[in-house]
């Protein structure tokens, strides 16, 4: 696609070809955006959307939100971490929800028309990602636990920044103890953590509570009425370790 002959008069000749390490460079990455996740605004005067930006430095990417009047064209920023990301419009517009790592770990965040700001979670490790109900008063989210975690119930406490590098560098040294064949995954990048991930819920005044263990569980969604939560579960050992079953919770 980069180099193409010309026919003159019969004759080839080589196009010039282009040089590549003149156009990929670091601060063409520096300066690409990488738009993400629209949203529109259940009355359609508002949209949302998340943008990824490579940050040359330390060579890792992160994130923003903006809030856009489709009218104005005026923006508006979410959050105060380095990743902020999953902006979702509340059925009846009076809020608007995000994930942001303002505190250390992406935790989920409201945004109220007024402007004030709620931090309704606070995951050990974190949320990976959450889905608003469709009546508007509930999220259910996905988290990583330790089994540990989960039996000290430290799971919904989150941890200092102090506690976290005290954290990393025990599980650096930590042994790893390896009894099933999935040991290994490309996602993880070598050797799985022993992380298991779970599902939870939080109402809009912050009440925590986690729904699964276990089995890891993931991307779970709300039916139509909020009454119900489907999510991919791995309850396979040996072989069948990668075959997911579908689940449905009683919200």
């Known amino acids: 696609a980069l180099r193409e002959d010309l026919r003159i008069d019969g004759r080839e000749e080589p196009q010039e070809q282009l040089d590549l390490s003149k156009c990929f460079t670091t601060s063409l990455m520096a300066d690409t955006v990488c738009l993400s996740d629209p949203q529109i605004s259940p009355d359609g005067k508002k949209a949302a959307v998340t943008r990824f930006k ?17 009218k104005t064209r005026k923006e508006t920023g979410l959050g105060g971490g380095e990743n ?67 039996e000290s119930g430290l799971a919904l406490f989150e941890m200092t920044r102090e506690e976290k590098e005290a954290w990393r560098k025990e599980r650096e040294w930590a042994p790893v103890e390896i009894t099933e064949i999935d040991y290994k995954r490309d996602e993880c990048y070598g050797v799985r953590d022993g992380s298991l991930s779970v599902i939870g819920m939080v109402d809009i005044e912050g009440n925590q509570r986690l729904l699964t263990d276990g089995i890891p569980y993931s991307y779970p969604a709300f ?29």
């Open 54 to 70: 490579a940050r040359v430095e330390d060579g890792r990417f992160y994130s923003d939100a903006i809030l856009l009047d489709l």
């Open 84 to 150: 902020v990301r999953a902006v979702r419009f509340a059925p009846a517009g009076s809020f608007v929800s995000f994930l942001s790592d303002e505190s250390g770990e992406l935790q989920l965040y409201v945004r109220y028309e007024n402007g004030e700001v709620k931090k309704l979670t606070s995951l050990r490790h974190g949320i990976t990602r959450c889905e608003l109900s469709p009546t508007g008063d509930r999220f259910v989210f996905e988290a990583a636990l330790w089994q540990e975690e989960l």
């Open 223 to 251: 039916s139509p009425d909020g009454r119900k939560i489907a999510c991919y579960g791995n309850p396979h050992k040996g072989a069948a370790f990668s075959r997911k079953e579908l689940f449905v919770l009683d919200a």
